[in-house]
């Protein structure tokens, strides 16, 4: 789907890495992210790459929508000089600092584009913005002085957490914080949001199944990812919480048998939730299921379930579809 990253700039870049040495990013198993508590340079070891950070960067790129929206929550846009991969709008409150900030392309950049910009740390939600359709090995881009983060959520299978969980977007949010040296940002962002998940949490629960894609055997929300995140964090239940995985397949005969409560539709633009919910209203085995005779959905926009500062809408939203529902 992507374009293949430029190479033109091999030589050069090369003789930088020859300059420059170092040695390549490590790769054990081990948390994705456990910051150091120190006064001094911040150092991460972040999805299993360590990560040193000497001063405040001031010409930070993004490469994926949630990383970008993290740092304008932070109020780091004057820091940006660049950013990527749009998945949805901007959350209006953010739209005025975004549009200050310089496009470099409507997915990933090249690398060459991107050692064009001169940034001194590169920022992203999914570990595929540094491979070979991305922006190449983060471990040269370090070697170039250059800083780089991945979200946890996003991090290598092995790496990230077993069970992802708000906790581990805040803790992104305050490494975030700290690399930027903005650390009180952060711990107002956190109270608010708790505050907000906690009131919509305080709603009556109830059974929910969580459609991310496909119509011959749905894919849902199961155990471990972003989607079991919010459902958890609602205080919802996830009826394919017994599958492996952030998402899994199964079948439109074992969603009949579960009976959920309440339907999530993920709008994307590769797949509308209008068009789910007209599936779901013609399918002879799904229209009488009762959820979608009362039309119980929540649409929630996909890049509302990658983790970030929108989950907390999710939450709400959620909360929201499942009100006067009882467990």
Same mark, same amino acid.
């Given at each position: 789907?992507?374009?293949?990253?430029?190479?033109?700039?091999?030589?050069?870049?090369?003789?930088?890495?020859?300059?420059?040495?170092?040695?390549?990013?490590?790769?054990?198993?081990?948390?994705?992210?456990?910051?150091?508590? =120190?006064?001094?340079?911040? =150092?991460?070891?972040?999805?299993?790459?360590?990560?040193?950070?000497?001063?405040?960067?001031?010409?930070?790129?993004?490469?994926?929508?949630?990383?970008?929206?993290?740092?304008?929550?932070?109020?780091?846009?004057?820091?940006?000089?660049?950013? &990527?991969? /749009?998945?949805?709008?901007?959350?209006?409150?953010?739209?005025?600092?975004?549009?200050?900030?310089?496009?470099?392309?409507?997915?990933?950049?090249?690398?060459?584009?991107?050692?064009? =910009?001169?940034?001194?740390?590169?920022? &992203?939600?999914?570990?595929?913005?540094?491979?070979?359709?991305?922006?190449?090995?983060?471990?040269?881009?370090?070697?170039?002085?250059?800083?780089?983060?991945?979200?946890?959520?996003?991090?290598?299978?092995?790496?990230?957490?077993?069970? /992802?969980?708000?906790?581990?977007?805040?803790?992104?949010?305050?490494?975030?914080? &700290?690399?930027?040296?903005?650390?009180?940002?952060?711990?107002?962002?956190?109270?608010?949001?708790?505050?907000?998940?906690?009131?919509?949490?305080?709603?009556?629960?109830?059974?929910?199944?969580?459609?991310?894609?496909?119509?011959?055997?749905?894919?849902?929300?199961?155990?471990?990812?972003?989607?079991?995140?919010?459902?958890?964090?609602?205080?919802?239940?996830?009826?394919?919480?017994?599958?492996?995985?952030?998402?899994?397949?199964?079948?439109?005969?074992?969603?009949?048998?579960?009976?959920?409560?309440?339907?999530? /539709?993920?709008?994307?633009?590769?797949?509308?939730?209008?068009?789910?919910?007209?599936?779901?209203?013609?399918?002879?085995? /799904?229209?009488?299921?009762?959820?979608?005779?009362?039309?119980?959905?929540?649409? @929630?926009?996909?890049?509302? =379930?990658?983790?970030?500062?929108?989950?907390? @809408?999710?939450?709400?939203?959620?909360?929201?579809? @499942?009100?006067?529902?009882?467990?």
């Amino acid at each position: 789907m992507r374009f293949p990253v430029s190479w033109r700039v091999a030589a050069p870049l090369s003789v930088l890495l020859a300059l420059l040495g170092g040695c390549a990013a490590s790769g054990d198993d081990k948390p994705a992210t456990t910051p150091s508590v =120190t006064d001094g340079p911040v =150092t991460l070891t972040n999805c299993g790459t360590p990560v040193t950070i000497a001063k405040p960067p001031a010409r930070a790129v993004t490469m994926n929508q949630p990383a970008t929206e993290i740092m304008l929550a932070l109020g780091l846009q004057d820091r940006m000089i660049g950013t &990527a991969y /749009l998945d949805d709008r901007v959350l209006p409150e953010y739209a005025a600092a975004y549009a200050k900030v310089p496009v470099l392309a409507e997915e990933y950049p090249s690398k060459e584009k991107l050692l064009e =910009t001169e940034p001194d740390f590169v920022y &992203a939600s999914f570990a595929g913005a540094f491979g070979d359709e991305g922006v190449g090995d983060r471990a040269e881009w370090q070697k170039l002085g250059v800083g780089t983060y991945v979200s946890t959520a996003g991090c290598p299978k092995g790496v990230r957490p077993a069970k /992802l969980t708000m906790d581990d977007v805040f803790a992104e949010i305050r490494d975030i914080a &700290a690399v930027f040296g903005v650390r009180e940002r952060a711990e107002a962002l956190i109270a608010d949001q708790r505050a907000r998940i906690a009131k919509a949490a305080s709603a009556k629960g109830g059974k929910v199944l969580w459609w991310d894609d496909g119509s011959d055997a749905p894919s849902v929300g199961a155990c471990c990812g972003s989607p079991a995140m919010i459902m958890s964090a609602a205080g919802v239940t996830n009826v394919f919480a017994d599958l492996d995985g952030s998402w899994a397949d199964t079948s439109w005969e074992t969603v009949v048998e579960r009976n959920p409560d309440v339907i999530v /539709l993920i709008d994307a633009s590769w797949n509308r939730a209008a068009d789910k919910r007209a599936f779901l209203e013609k399918n002879p085995t /799904l229209k009488d299921l009762p959820a979608v005779k009362d039309k119980r959905y929540v649409i @929630l926009d996909f890049s509302s =379930t990658s983790a970030g500062v929108r989950n907390v @809408l999710a939450v709400e939203a959620l909360a929201r579809g @499942l009100g006067g529902v009882s467990s």
